[in-house]
């Protein structure tokens, strides 16, 4: 996980307008930012391939019954298919408090020799600014100087350097620097990011990559079922490794916005781990980290998540599949924010000059079908929605103040999230 710059998951899939949470668990809008990865737009899924439940969009075939490993065998075996990432971005655009303000760069001891940092706090020939503790740190003069405000971490999916991590750790990049497990550097490319489904790929400057990472099926996750971390932790630990269990899937994170697919484990992540992979004991991706909660408020910056949090292996693998053929995912768009009720889904606001609008929706009504299928808490809006594509047609139940009408609305694109 890294720190949250503002990521806001909840109402945007509805609404497309940013609200501002944390990817660390600020709640969003009740019950109605919740993005179920379990149902991506068609155009995804036909970008992906499915091998007996195992993504293959990426060329690599899982082996056709893989035995399990010991961890430390699964570890050896994608450790070097495990990549740290450090966002670039120039002075003038990054957002600077202290160490604890940096993404990946939790203020402790040691934390001056972070990769990526030298020179912080005390770059030659720069201005003096007090950060949040009042201490005074030199930054350079030049407003245009590129600066590491972030690491993460990410995996390499094939031959030809793709990688994939979370979209947070890649946001406003202007450069990449991507360290492979031998420490060396080379440059990446954002190719596709997606921000609703936190996902990235990038593609490395690299004439050979050192392995790739298979995909598993995520579908056959269990609680209880072992599994592996690696990432770059508190961004000075590269492909650090922990192992844990699965303790829940088919999680909503945050707890009123987020996907409603991920996976919840207890393997330890740290400020740094985003991105990186989540193994089972075959050495196969089955998730990536992007989350966690710790003890206290969210944890210490130094210290581990006690509940950990990552997208699930084949919700990642198509998603990513679709940004590497057309550079993003083109979600559907309804126009309006409301919350779930007993009885349907409330409107609680309708977006001026959205589909809804034009359709002739109003707040307070109450949406109880989509294209004729029943809206519940089990198959709410949003599971529905996300079936569709921009451009169809889909008739609206709505109870008006006791009176059932329905509407016929022409779904939008969702408008791109900006921080």
């Known amino acids: 996980m890294t720190k949250p710059q503002g990521n806001g998951l909840h109402k945007v899939a509805v609404t497309g307008a940013l609200t501002v949470g944390a990817i660390l668990g600020m709640a969003g809008a009740a019950g109605y930012g919740i993005v179920p990865g379990s149902m991506l737009p068609a155009s995804v899924a036909a970008q992906s391939v499915i091998d007996g439940g195992a993504c293959t969009a990426f060329g690599v075939e899982p082996a056709p019954v893989a035995a399990e490993m010991s961890v430390a065998d699964a570890a050896e075996k994608v450790n070097p298919a495990v990549v740290s990432i450090i966002n670039l971005q120039s002075l003038s655009q990054a957002e600077l408090g202290g160490f604890t303000g940096i993404e990946g760069f939790p203020e402790f001891p040691g934390s001056e020799d972070l990769p990526g940092s030298e020179g912080i706090p005390n770059l030659p020939g720069g201005e003096e600014t007090p950060d949040t503790e009042g201490r005074q740190i030199d930054l350079p003069a030049d407003g245009d100087a590129l600066i590491p405000v972030g690491t993460g971490s990410g995996f390499i999916v094939d031959a030809e350097g793709h990688v994939i991590t979370n979209a947070h750790v890649v946001a406003g990049a202007e450069e990449l620097t991507i360290a492979l497990a031998d ?16 996902v990235a790929i990038l593609k490395l400057d690299l004439e050979s990559v050192p392995a790739v990472a298979t995909f598993g099926d995520s579908s056959v996750l269990r609680a209880g079922d072992r599994v592996i971390a690696i990432g770059n932790a508190l961004g000075s630990f ?20 987020g996907l409603t697919t991920m996976i919840q484990h207890d393997a330890e992540i740290w400020h740094g781990n985003s991105g990186g992979p989540l193994l089972n004991l075959q050495g196969e991706v089955v998730g990536i980290n992007t989350a966690g909660i710790g003890s206290g408020a969210f944890g210490s910056d130094s210290g581990s998540a006690d509940m950990a949090f990552a997208v699930e292996g084949n919700t990642v693998c198509s998603a990513a599949a679709d940004l590497l053929a057309n550079g993003e995912i083109v979600w559907p768009y309804l126009g309006i924010q409301g919350e779930a009720t007993a009885d349907g889904q409330n409107v609680v606001e309708v977006v001026a000059d959205g589909p809804s609008a034009a359709a002739g929706l109003e707040a307070g009504d109450v949406i109880t079908a989509f294209a004729g299928e029943e809206i519940s808490r089990q198959n709410s809006l949003l599971d529905l929605l996300f079936g569709r594509e921009p451009g169809e047609v889909v008739t609206l139940t709505v109870d008006r103040t006791g009176t059932i009408e329905t509407f016929d609305v022409t779904l939008g694109e969702r408008p791109k999230i900006t921080e």
């Open 183 to 198: 420490g060396t550097e080379v440059p990446g490319t954002v190719l596709g990011s997606d921000a609703l489904l936190d």
């Open 238 to 257: 590269p492909n650090t490794v922990s192992e844990g269990t699965v303790n829940a899937t088919g999680r909503a994170f945050p707890a009123e916005g």
